[in-house]
């Protein structure tokens, strides 16, 4: 095993895999942290706006368009030259043929189908053309400048569209399509269809397993380009696929393989959240692909460095042994555990070094202290013997004399 999620994509190539209905709820994973797209915030029941999600604080332009259009659609429309989506000047808009009016904006959620163009900015270099590209809107199955703008568009509008390369590629760029990172694009989209999704309660198993890896494998591609909220959204919108109900007949095998996907889904969610930081999401990640497959070595893995992140070294060491027993040749478990045990260690050892210090040595303080002996001691003593012995000495010599 290694750090990198099962089969994670290398590409962030478009898939024509339609969405479907999805009965929005909170998700076996809502945390109370604020990342949450799944994340964890208390979650709303829709995940936040794209913008949101990735972090951004800009303000859409045309929410107040949006609004107004909403309250009277037979209003003459205003001629905008250029749209400046997000009020910074980095996602910008501009109709070159009108569609069938506001009133046929596409809404987020539904199936939507496009004829797409790609540009390098100057636009003399075409790097994609597809004539039918079908994504969910609002679900990040594509770049962020698309699922942006696309709810802005009419039916049968045609757009171009200028990107930073923020809402495109961003800095690590693609390799297929193939752009340049840090690259700006322009975007020539005409909008041919959008149709609600198919509810998920009716979807057929075989149907309902297709989307649910489809979601995977663009959260994959999300993380292996870093932007690991948007990763955690598309894991979350699997979970809902996996987790929805069905009132058509499923076999016991497409069951497990629902519950593979969802278990896949789990760990890789648990991955993007230990990037961002979010431990007590990525450990209830780590718990509830646990509760599925106790044996999964991915997700013991995970809860292991995510309880040592938390200080827990105790319980850490304990989880990746029981990881490390499952599959002892890991090198990857070997070299965590023996810098968990090794930090435990030293830790342990400095906090009683520090105790020694705070309440001092007690064996020393009762223990006697024994006094030194004196040199002096000793002097009279063998002064007393000397004198004695003299003074036997003369008296004896008194007695011998006297008797004789």
């Known amino acids: 095993m290694t750090e990198k999620e099962e089969v994670m994509d290398t590409s962030d190539c478009h898939s024509d895999v339609p969405s479907a209905k999805r009965t929005w709820k ?15 915030d208390d979650i709303d029941d829709e995940p936040p706006p794209l913008e949101d999600a990735g972090g951004g604080k800009e303000k859409m332009a045309y929410q107040s368009e949006k609004e107004h259009a909403d309250k009277d659609p037979e209003a003459p429309r205003q001629v905008v030259e250029w749209l400046d989506v997000l009020g910074n000047d980095q996602l910008k808009k501009k109709v070159l043929e009108a569609g069938r009016g506001r009133d046929s904006w596409p809404l987020k959620g539904q199936n939507v189908k496009i004829y797409l163009k790609m540009y390098l900015k100057d636009g003399m270099v075409l790097v994609e053309e597809q004539p039918e590209l079908l994504f969910t809107l609002g679900d990040g199955d594509v770049i962020q400048a698309l699922d942006l703008t696309v709810q802005l568009m009419e039916m049968g509008e045609t757009a171009l569209i200028h990107t930073d390369a923020k809402y495109a590629f961003g800095a690590r760029g693609s390799l297929e399509p193939e752009v340049p990172p840090n690259t700006d694009l322009s975007l020539e989209v005409k909008l041919l269809e959008a149709t609600d999704a198919p509810d998920l309660e009716l979807l057929p198993p075989v149907e309902k397993i297709a989307l649910a890896v489809h979601k995977r494998e663009r959260g994959n591609a999300h993380y292996q380009r870093g932007d690991y909220a948007f990763a955690v959204n598309s894991y979350s919108i699997a979970l809902q696929i996996t987790e929805s109900s069905s009132k058509v007949d499923i076999r016991p095998e497409e069951e497990n393989e629902l519950l593979d996907v969802k278990v896949k889904c789990l ?7 230990l990037k961002l930081d979010h431990y007590e999401a990525a450990l209830k990640s780590c718990v509830s692909a646990l509760a599925h497959q106790p044996e999964n070595i991915k997700a013991l893995f995970r ?3 995510v309880l040592a992140l938390r200080g ?8 990746l042994r029981k990881a490390l027993k499952l599959e ?11 810098k968990l045990v090794k930090k435990h260690s030293e830790q342990r050892g400095a906090e009683q070094a520090m105790y020694k210090k705070m309440l001092g040595n007690p ?8 006094k030194p002996k004196s040199s002096w001691g000793l002097s009279w003593k063998w002064l007393f013997g000397a004198t004695a012995v003299a003074i036997g000495g003369v008296a004896l010599s008194v007695v011998i004399a006297a008797r004789n």
Not at 26 to 40: I, R, W
Not at 312 to 319: F, H
Not at 363 to 370: G, I, L, R, V, W
């Open 26 to 40: 909170p998700s076996l994973l809502d945390s109370g942290e604020d990342f949450e797209v799944l994340e964890e």
């Open 267 to 273: 760990n890789n969610m648990a991955a993007s959240q």
């Open 328 to 338: 002892p040749s890991n090198k990857t478990i070997h070299a965590e555990l023996s």
């Open 303 to 305: 809860m292991g460095k």
């Open 363 to 370: 064996s020393d303080s009762n223990t006697p202290k024994q």
């Open 312 to 319: 827990e070294y105790t319980e850490a060491i304990q989880t």
